[in-house]
């Protein structure tokens, strides 16, 4: 996961959170920030995914093609969700975030169906945040952060995760203002599970983040606790 700036924000500059209407619209100052729709360009989301560092090249491509053809994954698997953030009252798209249930990996993990169908609705995994350069240095990066971690918490989700390369190390002072725990280079992240421990594993290069977003979920020491708690 990246975003196209390469200057940290300062949190401190974001304009205070804005309420988030039924069909999941925020409307800031000068941005309004919805979920894309079958009319968005996907040039223009292709261009601002560009500058992301994705573990796989073909992800940013199936995400403009999810965009593009409405295609909705099944709803025992979880949400995912696309933000666009659009210079208001009608402009040009500055920014945008993406986040889904890490399902691939659980069911890789050798889950059980029952459990993973559990867990895809439990986790949620940020995988790209993406502002263009004149919108740089606005707090915009977090808002959309902000708007993804309010829609999953309200759906019942219990914890976001996410992840940074390690030659970004400006990245993980910006997410940590975010609520988000910064692992260590190559460090795993301990899931405890009703049935044990389950281990996500990262590569060297990368740094996983975690930031709980249910009350019985606390993370510390590289363990994530509480998920599934009462299920």
Request: with cysteine.
């Given at each position: 996961m990246g975003r196209a700036s390469r200057r940290r924000a300062d949190r401190r500059n974001a304009?205070?959170?804005a309420p988030q209407d039924a069909a999941g619209v925020v409307v800031l100052d000068r941005y309004l920030i919805r979920p894309a729709t079958l009319d968005d360009d996907p040039e223009v989301v292709r261009a601002l995914?560009?500058?992301?560092?994705?573990?796989?090249?073909?992800?940013?491509?199936?995400?403009?093609?999810?965009?593009?053809?409405?295609?909705?994954?099944?709803?025992?698997?979880?949400?995912?969700?696309l933000l666009l953030a659009q210079e208001h009252p009608a402009g040009k798209v500055a920014g945008l975030a993406h986040a889904v249930p890490p399902v691939q990996w659980l069911m890789e993990a050798g889950l059980d169906r029952q459990l993973c169908v559990m867990l895809s609705r439990a986790l949620v995994?940020?995988?790209?945040?993406?502002?263009?350069?004149?919108?740089?240095?606005?707090?915009?990066?977090?808002?959309l952060v902000d708007v993804l971690v309010r829609s999953y918490?309200?759906?019942g989700y219990q914890a976001m995760l996410g992840g940074i390369h390690t030659h970004k190390p400006h990245l993980a002072p910006y997410y940590e203002a975010d609520g988000f725990?910064?692992?260590?280079?190559?460090?795993?992240?301990d899931l405890e599970l009703p049935i044990g421990r389950l281990r996500y594993p990262a590569e060297p290069s990368m740094r996983h983040l975690v930031r709980p977003l249910a009350p019985q979920v606390s993370?510390?020491?590289?363990?994530?606790?509480g998920l599934l708690a009462g299920r």
């Amino acid at each position: 996961m990246g975003r196209a700036s390469r200057r940290r924000a300062d949190r401190r500059n974001a304009p205070p959170a804005a309420p988030q209407d039924a069909a999941g619209v925020v409307v800031l100052d000068r941005y309004l920030i919805r979920p894309a729709t079958l009319d968005d360009d996907p040039e223009v989301v292709r261009a601002l995914l560009q500058p992301v560092d994705f573990m796989d090249a073909a992800m940013s491509e199936g995400i403009v093609d999810r965009m593009r053809t409405g295609f909705r994954r099944p709803a025992q698997f979880g949400t995912a969700t696309l933000l666009l953030a659009q210079e208001h009252p009608a402009g040009k798209v500055a920014g945008l975030a993406h986040a889904v249930p890490p399902v691939q990996w659980l069911m890789e993990a050798g889950l059980d169906r029952q459990l993973c169908v559990m867990l895809s609705r439990a986790l949620v995994e940020l995988e790209a945040v993406s502002v263009a350069d004149s919108a740089r240095g606005q707090g915009l990066g977090h808002h959309l952060v902000d708007v993804l971690v309010r829609s999953y918490t309200r759906q019942g989700y219990q914890a976001m995760l996410g992840g940074i390369h390690t030659h970004k190390p400006h990245l993980a002072p910006y997410y940590e203002a975010d609520g988000f725990h910064v692992l260590g280079p190559g460090a795993p992240l301990d899931l405890e599970l009703p049935i044990g421990r389950l281990r996500y594993p990262a590569e060297p290069s990368m740094r996983h983040l975690v930031r709980p977003l249910a009350p019985q979920v606390s993370y510390g020491h590289g363990v994530l606790r509480g998920l599934l708690a009462g299920r």
